[in-house]
């Protein structure tokens, strides 16, 4: 089977200007992600805002990814429901159409006890005819203790891996101690673009990163770079995708700040399915030339004559820069020197 490993894109939808399914452009939009080096693909996640589509809606989405996608990555498909019912419907769906795994986020509106959480899981894990990774986001559902997710990992072989969006270096760090000794198969992906490397660092397989959708090429730089060892340089690029991490997600209604990245890229999404003010529609316009500006700042397209002047960090290596070998540096002065970047920025 497909690995699920590398940077996954949990996928924007393209919306037509009476908020219907733009089809065209969001095949467009897959193939341009996979043609710029994503590892994988993730629909119907919180960055595809799969709470405003309806059941239908959302295998529409799957459908059009999975045709436009044709094999050429794997597909970790967002099946998160409502309840345990209508997750297996879901699940039996997307094993239908192909897709590698699916992704299912914890009880959300009603918080549970974590027995209450790991019989959720465990009766889903019974039945699913698909590979399921647990999808950890406190912030909009039941938090995954570790005591849980461990008791899950070696209960259930379905269960494969976790998508952990708490941005807690130090719980992922607790989570692979628990489970890779008796689990290595088992995948841990992190959701929190500004700890990428960090968690990588940990031992993380990878990331399901919203930054993917307007800048791939950036993503997978900084995944590669990690791989290869170069941690000082991945440290380097980390702070800038923080800063525009940051931009999208804090100024905007989420997400519709990475629709306004996505958009520097050539792409019409449309308007976003949560009405908005006239103040928020004119706001949006300055805000969208602020994230182009930042972008920018990775000489991936133009920069608008109104940006301030800042030193451009060019994707590609630069020729100077030939020697594949590790970067001799300790990795816990680099993990130090991140998270008191990051505490200093309040994001951990």
Request: proline letters at 7%.
């Given at each position: 089977?497909?690995?699920?490993?590398?940077?996954?894109?949990?996928?924007?939808?393209?919306?037509?200007?009476?908020?219907?399914?733009?089809?065209?452009?969001?095949?467009?939009?897959?193939?341009?992600?996979?043609?710029?080096?994503?590892?994988?693909?993730?629909?119907?996640?919180?960055?595809?805002?799969?709470?405003?589509?309806?059941?239908?809606?959302?295998?529409?989405?799957?459908?059009?990814?999975?045709?436009?996608?044709?094999?050429?990555?794997?597909?970790?498909?967002?099946?998160?429901?409502?309840?345990?019912?209508?997750?297996?419907?879901?699940?039996?769906?997307?094993?239908?159409?192909?897709?590698?795994?699916?992704?299912?986020?914890?009880?959300?509106?009603?918080?549970?006890?974590?027995?209450?959480?790991?019989?959720?899981?465990?009766?889903?894990?019974?039945?699913?005819?698909?590979?399921?990774?647990?999808?950890?986001?406190?912030?909009?559902?039941?938090?995954?203790?570790?005591?849980?997710?461990?008791?899950?990992?070696?209960?259930?072989?379905?269960?494969?891996?976790?998508?952990?969006?708490?941005?807690?270096?130090?719980?992922?760090?607790?989570?692979?101690?628990?489970?890779?000794?008796?689990?290595?198969?088992?995948?841990?992906?992190?959701?929190?673009?500004?700890?990428?490397?960090?968690?990588?660092?940990?031992?993380?397989?990878?990331?399901?990163?919203?930054?993917?959708?307007?800048?791939?090429?950036?993503?997978?730089?900084?995944?590669?770079?990690?791989?290869?060892?170069?941690?000082?340089?991945?440290?380097?690029?980390?702070?800038?995708?923080?800063?525009?991490?940051?931009?999208?997600?804090?100024?905007?209604?989420?997400?519709?700040?990475?629709?306004?990245?996505?958009?520097?890229?050539?792409?019409?999404?449309?308007?976003?399915?949560?009405?908005?003010?006239?103040?928020?529609?004119?706001?949006?316009?300055?805000?969208?030339?602020?994230?182009?500006?930042?972008?920018?700042?990775?000489?991936?397209?133009?920069?608008?004559?109104?940006?301030?002047v800042r030193p451009a960090m060019s994707v590609?290596?630069?020729?100077?820069?030939?020697?594949?070998?590790?970067?001799?540096?300790?990795?816990?002065?680099?993990?130090?020197?991140?998270?008191?970047?990051?505490?200093?920025?309040?994001?951990?």
């Amino acid at each position: 089977m497909a690995p699920i490993e590398g940077i996954f894109t949990p996928t924007l939808v393209p919306l037509d200007e009476r908020g219907e399914i733009q089809e065209a452009e969001l095949r467009r939009f897959i193939s341009w992600l996979i043609d710029k080096g994503v590892h994988g693909l993730y629909p119907n996640g919180s960055t595809g805002e799969f709470t405003r589509f309806t059941v239908e809606e959302r295998r529409r989405i799957m459908k059009i990814v999975v045709s436009e996608t044709r094999g050429r990555v794997p597909i970790l498909a967002g099946a998160a429901e409502a309840n345990v019912k209508e997750t297996l419907a879901a699940c039996e769906a997307y094993a239908e159409m192909g897709c590698r795994a699916v992704a299912i986020v914890s009880p959300i509106y009603y918080r549970l006890s974590p027995d209450s959480t790991y019989a959720y899981f465990a009766e889903i894990a019974r039945n699913t005819p698909i590979d399921l990774t647990l999808y950890n986001i406190p912030l909009f559902a039941t938090p995954i203790d570790v005591n849980t997710i461990t008791r899950l990992a070696m209960d259930f072989p379905r269960v494969i891996g976790i998508k952990d969006s708490s941005g807690d270096v130090a719980q992922m760090v607790r989570m692979i101690a628990a489970i890779r000794p008796s689990r290595p198969d088992f995948v841990f992906l992190t959701g929190w673009d500004c700890v990428l490397v960090p968690m990588l660092l940990a031992g993380a397989n990878g990331g399901t990163n919203a930054s993917s959708n307007a800048v791939p090429e950036v993503t997978r730089r900084l995944y590669e770079l990690c791989r290869a060892g170069k941690w000082e340089e991945a440290s380097v690029w980390q702070q800038r995708v923080l800063e525009l991490f940051d931009a999208m997600l804090q100024v905007f209604e989420f997400p519709d700040g990475f629709r306004a990245g996505a958009e520097t890229r050539g792409f019409n999404f449309g308007q976003p399915r949560i009405p908005q003010t006239a103040d928020q529609k004119q706001n949006r316009i300055k805000l969208a030339n602020m994230v182009r500006c930042l972008i920018s700042d990775f000489e991936l397209i133009d920069k608008p004559a109104s940006c301030p002047v800042r030193p451009a960090m060019s994707v590609w290596p630069r020729q100077t820069n030939t020697n594949t070998d590790a970067i001799d540096v300790d990795p816990k002065v680099l993990v130090d020197r991140i998270m008191i970047e990051l505490s200093k920025r309040g994001v951990v």
